[in-house]
């Protein structure tokens, strides 16, 4: 949710960081949480629906609008992309998408046996890598 926070706080109010790390962004609300269903064992069919509209009422927002993949149109800012290639939770056509709407400099990083988890634990060598050259170009 970190990254999707931070993906629509620079897209809706116009934040400039001077660069943006992402690690699994989902994206939409609507397919995260479909994911999550299939991933309980219960059919997706019509209870994320149904979660994403009333979690939205509740909230005071529209949840079928939330999408990262929209969002990322307004971001001009160098990015990092990290994603785990087992990840249940988010698709690596979600992650692609997002990575295809960036507009500024992008790099990515795949992690090919991680989930939806902290890659620093599990991938320290890869992911200190990755983010230390990520870093280093933009100075």
Same mark, same amino acid.
């Given at each position: 949710?970190?990254?999707?926070? @931070?993906?629509? @706080?620079? @897209?809706?109010?116009? !934040?400039?960081?001077?660069?943006? !790390? $992402?690690?699994?962004?989902?994206?939409?609300?609507? &397919?995260?949480?479909?994911?999550?269903? !299939?991933?309980?064992?219960? =059919?997706?069919? =019509?209870?994320? *629906?149904?979660? #994403?509209?009333?979690?939205?009422?509740?909230? /005071?927002?529209?949840?079928?609008?939330?999408? =990262?993949?929209?969002?990322?149109?307004? !971001?001009?800012? =160098?990015?990092?992309?990290?994603?785990?290639?087992?990840? $249940?939770? #988010?698709?690596?056509?979600?992650?692609? *998408?997002?990575?295809?709407?960036?507009?500024? $400099?992008?790099? /990515?990083?795949?992690?090919?046996?991680?989930?939806?988890?902290?890659?620093? $634990?599990?991938?320290? /060598? &890869?992911?200190? @890598?990755?983010?230390?050259?990520?870093?280093?170009?933009?100075?």
């Amino acid at each position: 949710m970190g990254a999707v926070a @931070a993906m629509r @706080a620079v @897209a809706k109010y116009n !934040i400039s960081p001077t660069s943006l !790390i $992402l690690e699994c962004p989902f994206g939409t609300l609507t &397919e995260t949480t479909k994911a999550r269903f !299939i991933q309980m064992g219960f =059919p997706s069919f =019509p209870m994320s *629906s149904l979660l #994403v509209f009333w979690g939205g009422m509740q909230q /005071k927002f529209n949840g079928f609008k939330h999408n =990262p993949i929209k969002y990322a149109d307004n !971001i001009y800012v =160098p990015t990092l992309l990290l994603y785990g290639q087992k990840d $249940l939770k #988010v698709s690596e056509k979600e992650t692609e *998408s997002i990575f295809a709407n960036l507009k500024g $400099l992008k790099s /990515k990083t795949y992690c090919p046996e991680a989930g939806h988890e902290n890659y620093l $634990l599990r991938y320290e /060598k &890869e992911w200190k @890598a990755a983010v230390t050259e990520f870093l280093d170009s933009r100075r």
